[in-house]
Every structure is written in C-alpha cells, then in structure tokens.
C-alpha cells in the first residue's frame, strides 16, 4: 500500500501525509497506540 500511495502521488509531502494517515489507521485497527505502533515497527 505505502508503494502504490508513493507510485500515485508525485508530491512528496502529499504522499507522506498519506501514509502516516494509512499507519494511523492501520495502528487503530491493531489496537494500538501511534506511539506503540511506532516503537514495535520501528518508526
């Protein structure tokens, strides 16, 4: 997913919102906090 949001979107400040919305999401959906999220994944 983070590829096909980097493939579509030539703005990279655009395209990097975009994919820290995705994690959010995807954190959110795991039962996490962004900041466990970050720390397992190291991010």
């Known amino acids: 997913m983070i590829f096909s949001i980097q493939l579509a979107e030539p703005d ?16 959110e959906s795991l039962g996490m906090t962004w900041e466990e999220f970050c720390i397992k994944n190291e991010l």
């Open 12 to 27: 990279k400040a655009v395209a990097a919102e975009a994919i820290e919305t995705y994690l959010k999401s995807h954190a």
